[in-house]
Structure formats: C-alpha cells, structure tokens
C-alpha cells in the first residue's frame, strides 16, 4: 500500500513543510500543521472495494493515513469500534435515529488510542525516540501504551489530583510519570521545557500535526 501523504500545511498562513522530517509548528507563524493528501488521485484510486478484505482497524485506511511505510505502524488494534442504535435515550431527546460509538473498546479505553497510534507511528518512522506531553486523562496512558509498543520512551507530567487509575495506566505501560502540584497548563509548561532540554518530541494535543490523523478515522469508519 502507498499512503497519498504530500507535505504538511498550516492551517493559518497556508506555507507548506516536508512531512519526513519532525515538525511540530508552522516555523513561520507558530500555528498549527495538518497533513495535506493527494486527493485527486486517492478519489480515483481509493475505493470502497480495497476495503473489503482488511484488518478491522483504523489502518484499513493507510492510504489516507501520514505514515509512508507499513512497516512504521505502531498498533493495538484501535479503531473500527461498534455503532449502537439508542431508541430509548432518542425518544427521549426527540430524535427517530440516534446512533453511539463506544470508543471505550478502543485498546486504552478511549479515542485517545486512535491520535496517539498515529502521532507514535510517525515518530518513529521519523527516528524519533523520546516523547513528552501533559496530561490529566486518557491521553497519558495511550501515549504511554504505544511508545511502548515502539520501543521509545514516554515522558507524561501530570498534575498529581488526576485520577489514580490514570497514574497507575502510565506506570504500567513503562513511561516515565511526573506529578506536578498544579494545573493541566502547569503541566504543560513544565513538559515543553522539558522537551527543550531533554530532546523530547512533544506530542500535546495541538502541538504536533498528527494525532489529529488518528481521530479523523472515526468519522470514516461512521
């Protein structure tokens, strides 16, 4: 399979960037990149039928996904989670045909698992090694989960009221789990300067290109 990934874009000021090397931000206004496909031949070439006989996860759809080699996927079988039709809780709230995705049998229990399968695929398959974020939820423990699965290391700050359960997901998985005594946003700027000191790639929400890509198969699988 060939993904039909063409570059990164910003999503404010339009300047493009290779997608084969780390990036976090547009270098030129600091605002937030999405990768950007070859549409024109994927609508051609990309159809239903090549879907029929895949795996039941969200890398069924690889060539709208932005890692260029299979082999670079880092996967615990998320995604393609099931549909459920809720007449009760529809009537109740006026609606003839109301549907629920239960992302919570995603392998760490959330969509979470989605974003941080893709950011930790194309981390390494830029040769990244380390990764950092802050976190008061989900997003810890997939991130833990699937750097572990890559064999990289997992850096999470954390202010120390979160959730034990969600504490104890990060130690589990291996990464390294750092409280603070303090808010989400302190958390934030306690993993950024680490990120800067300790050569961590950051992989909070927003401030990379890619967990986006992960979350996006939800609607495709809808």
Same mark, same amino acid.
């Given at each position: 399979?060939?993904?039909?990934?063409?570059?990164?874009?910003?999503?404010?000021?339009?300047?493009?960037?290779?997608?084969?090397?780390?990036?976090?931000?547009?270098?030129?206004?600091?605002?937030?990149?999405?990768?950007?496909?070859?549409?024109?031949?994927?609508?051609?070439?990309?159809?239903?039928?090549?879907?029929?006989?895949?795996?039941?996860?969200?890398?069924?759809?690889?060539?709208?996904?932005?890692?260029?080699?299979?082999?670079?996927?880092?996967?615990?079988?998320?995604?393609?989670?099931?549909?459920?039709?809720?007449?009760?809780?529809?009537?109740?709230?006026? @609606?003839? +045909?109301?549907? *629920?995705?239960?992302?919570? !049998?995603?392998?760490?229990?959330?969509?979470? =698992?989605? $974003?941080?399968? #893709?950011?930790? @695929?194309? +981390?390494?398959? *830029?040769?990244?090694?380390? !990764?950092?974020?802050?976190?008061?939820?989900? =997003?810890? $423990?997939?991130? #833990?989960?699937?750097?572990?699965?890559?064999? *990289?290391?997992?850096?999470?700050?954390?202010?120390?009221?979160?959730?034990? =359960?969600?504490?104890?997901?990060?130690?589990?998985?291996?990464?390294?789990?750092?409280?603070?005594?303090?808010?989400?946003?302190?958390?934030?700027?306690?993993?950024?300067?680490?990120?800067?000191?300790?050569?961590?790639?950051?992989?909070?929400?927003?401030?990379?290109?890619?967990?986006?890509?992960?979350?996006?198969?939800?609607?495709?699988?809808?």
């Amino acid at each position: 399979m060939r993904s039909y990934l063409t570059n990164l874009e910003c999503t404010y000021c339009g300047e493009t960037f290779s997608a084969d090397e780390p990036m976090r931000l547009c270098d030129k206004c600091g605002k937030v990149l999405y990768p950007r496909y070859d549409i024109s031949t994927a609508s051609k070439n990309f159809t239903r039928d090549l879907l029929r006989d895949r795996a039941p996860n969200m890398w069924r759809y690889f060539e709208m996904m932005p890692i260029r080699e299979e082999s670079n996927i880092v996967t615990l079988g998320e995604g393609f989670t099931p549909i459920f039709e809720t007449k009760a809780l529809g009537a109740k709230i006026g @609606s003839n +045909a109301l549907f *629920l995705k239960d992302e919570g !049998l995603n392998p760490t229990a959330s969509f979470k =698992a989605r $974003g941080l399968s #893709a950011a930790v @695929s194309k +981390a390494k398959e *830029l040769g990244l090694k380390k !990764l950092t974020m802050p976190s008061a939820g989900n =997003a810890a $423990g997939a991130m #833990a989960s699937y750097a572990a699965r890559a064999g *990289l290391e997992a850096f999470v700050f954390m202010p120390q009221d979160a959730p034990e =359960a969600n504490q104890k997901e990060v130690i589990v998985s291996g990464g390294n789990l750092n409280l603070i005594d303090g808010l989400i946003s302190d958390a934030g700027i306690i993993s950024r300067g680490k990120a800067a000191e300790m050569d961590l790639f950051d992989v909070s929400t927003l401030q990379e290109p890619y967990r986006v890509e992960g979350k996006k198969t939800m609607g495709y699988e809808i």
